[in-house]
């Protein structure tokens, strides 16, 4: 089995409508992750959590909200969503070697969710 | 200017060649370097870390420049199945924690 799961795989969605993309990992690890990949502009990083109560944003988190219901599931919102938001989207996991200032800190990805928006 | 900059390709290249992708950073406060590969329409995967004084990993091999701000991935006798896009990935750590900052990539094409 997976150790990151993504579900839904695709999805195709209209204008306005209200997606929830989720993820779930069986790693043990306490850092999520949501990536958005397009063509030419590789990964970008939305939101991400270190920790069940810690959340913060990335570098294109408007448009989108999460939610860290368990140390395993890291869900992905959008509230509205438009066509620039047709992307491959990516859950990650990992955990830290050591201390928050660890040096290696490898991301373990999920499968992805290809959305499009109509 | 990108953070991570890399060459996009593709690079087509005949099985048992040798091949070199290059990487440049913006961020000299960058304190960890890595390649990725991400075969077509699958998640990134680690291929390897880059250590100050390269590292080598069977048939490939890595090298840091941090003056330049640059890395490089070198893959020696290449195979049909290195064919995918590998991602140059840079760690800087930020006040919330480690942050880290993908290339677009560069896609390999080997060939028989």
């Known amino acids: 089995d997976a150790d990151v799961t993504q579900t839904p795989r695709n999805r195709i969605t209209k204008t306005g409508k209200r997606i929830m993309l989720e993820c779930s990992q069986t790693?043990?690890?306490?850092?999520m992750y949501w990536y958005r990949q397009d063509p030419g502009l590789g990964l970008r990083l939305i939101y991400y959590s270190f920790d069940v109560k810690d959340i913060n944003k990335g570098e294109i988190s408007d448009g989108y909200s999460v939610s860290r219901q368990a140390q395993a599931k890291f869900s992905l919102s959008l509230e509205s969503a438009i066509p620039n938001q047709t992307a491959l989207y990516f859950c990650?996991?990992?955990?830290?070697?050591?201390?928050?200032?660890?040096?290696?800190?490898?991301?373990?990805f999920g499968p992805g969710t290809r959305l499009t928006v109509l | 200017r990108k953070e991570v900059e890399q060459d996009p390709g593709p690079f087509n290249v005949p099985e048992g060649a040798t091949v070199a992708f290059n990487c440049t950073y913006s961020n000299s406060a960058s304190q960890s370097f890595f390649w990725y590969r991400q075969d077509c329409r699958k998640e990134p995967k680690l291929l390897m870390s880059v250590y100050s004084s390269g590292n080598e990993d069977g048939r490939f091999t890595a090298q840091l420049n941090r003056a330049s701000q640059y890395i490089s991935l070198l893959i020696r006798d290449s195979k049909l199945s290195d064919s995918a896009t590998y991602l140059c990935?840079?760690?800087?750590?930020?006040?919330?924690?480690?942050?880290?900052?993908f290339g677009t990539g560069t896609q390999l094409k080997v060939e028989l």
């Open positions: 990935v840079v760690k800087i750590l930020t006040g919330g924690g480690n942050k880290l900052t």
């Open positions: 790693k043990g690890h306490d850092r």
């Open positions: 990650a996991t990992s955990s830290p070697i050591g201390d928050r200032n660890a040096s290696t800190d490898t991301q373990y």
